[in-house]
């Protein structure tokens, strides 16, 4: 027995981040950082370690067993911008009525931060101004 297991080949991972990504149709994967859990985590416990999943509808955030920990509507994204705050960085998206921090710490939180941010920005689609009446009519 012994023998076979050296021999045989170690078992499979039961999901990786492709076939995870594979499966939600995400268009690419990004650090999230730390992410405070609305329910099941005490105030003062840190911020759980998650990956962005940056699908073409929406943005999963995934824990290090990937589980969904948030899914974030794209179509009601109204802003993604990150942030300096006591030496480490946020990145903060609102939509809706809901807002998530993402917190960066260390020495490439800026970068990881700014990495989020813009990938978030490329996704999302602004709002298209509204021209004043008067001006529509002359147009």
């Known amino acids: 027995m012994f023998l076979a297991s050296i ?6 991972p039961d999901t990786t981040l492709a076939d995870t990504a594979a499966r939600l149709g995400a268009l690419v994967i990004v650090n999230g950082g730390g992410y405070q859990l609305e329910n099941g985590q005490l105030e003062d416990a840190p911020p759980s370690p ?3 999943f940056v699908c073409s509808e929406r943005i999963w955030a995934l824990d290090s067993h990937l589980h969904p920990v948030l899914l974030i509507p794209i179509s009601q ?4 911008t990150a942030a300096e705050s006591a030496g480490d960085w946020i990145v903060r998206i609102r939509w809706a009525d809901r807002t998530a921090d993402f917190h960066y ?4 939180a800026e970068h990881l931060a700014r990495v989020a941010e813009s990938t978030l920005r490329s996704v ?16």
């Open 7 to 12: 021999l045989l080949p170690g078992a499979k």
């Open 124 to 139: 999302t689609h602004p709002p298209l101004p509204v021209l004043p009446q008067k001006r529509a009519a002359t147009a």
């Open 105 to 108: 710490h260390g020495i490439f």
């Open 77 to 80: 994204i109204s802003s993604a």
């Open 50 to 52: 998650v990956q962005l």
